[in-house]
């Protein structure tokens, strides 16, 4: 089994619970969405690369990593490939992030991943994607906050009762101009409702 990845890299997390850690990323290409302000959008649906699962483990061997987060796309579209990730990571020292948006579920494959940390960042503006909310037993919810879809995002967290210590906003932003401009306003509403919040390196800082 190959894993069809659009890209793989060595980076800082920019954003969430562990921002500033050092990881391999490993970019799953598809996805069941199609965000208007998806960052990545220029490489969904484009597999550059099939590694096989050892050349991946090779990949931590050689640049000595201790975190993987896969990301996409949608990870959770390939739950057989997280299953064979899930039996080669565990013999490892690894700690292993997994972003997704919320919308599917592992179901039976989730136990065996129970160690494994979820970044689930759900798209509030299309609530009606979600029957029920994702919820894995260690999890965060990352929500992109600005003026426009504020109560959009506390509508769907009271929908979901998402506890607010799991909850981590950044401003919703493509740039660093519109970072700046609203990070004021997020950190004032992180503050009023007992929210984490985060910041996002990649933008700030310009790298991958």
Not at 74 to 94: G, M, T
Not at 167 to 180: D, H, R
């Amino acid at each position: 089994m190959k894993f069809p990845l659009s890209e793989y890299f060595s980076s800082f997390q920019g954003e969430g619970k562990f921002t500033g850690a050092y990881c391999l990323f490993l970019r799953f290409s598809e996805c069941n969405l199609r965000c208007s302000f998806c960052d990545t959008f220029d490489r969904l649906g484009k597999t550059n690369h099939q590694l096989e699962l050892e050349e991946i483990l090779d990949l931590l061997k050689e640049f000595g990593h201790r975190r993987v987060v896969i990301t996409g796309g949608e990870p959770l579209l390939y739950p057989d490939h997280l299953q064979r990730l899930q039996v080669a990571l565990d013999k490892l020292p690894i700690v292993v992030e997994v972003e997704t948006n919320g919308t599917l579920s592992l179901k039976d494959s989730l136990g065996g991943m129970s160690n494994w940390n979820f970044n689930i960042s759900p798209k509030v503006w299309n609530a009606d994607a979600y029957e029920q909310l994702f919820r894995p037993r260690k999890r965060i919810y990352k929500f992109p906050l600005s003026p426009e879809n504020y109560e959009d995002t506390v509508g769907f967290i009271n929908k979901f009762q998402i506890d607010s210590e799991e909850i981590y906003v950044m401003p919703l932003s493509a740039t660093k101009q519109e970072y700046e401009q609203r990070v004021n306003f997020v950190c004032e509403k992180a503050i009023a409702h007992k929210w984490n919040f985060s910041t996002r390196l990649q933008l700030l800082h310009n790298f991958e």
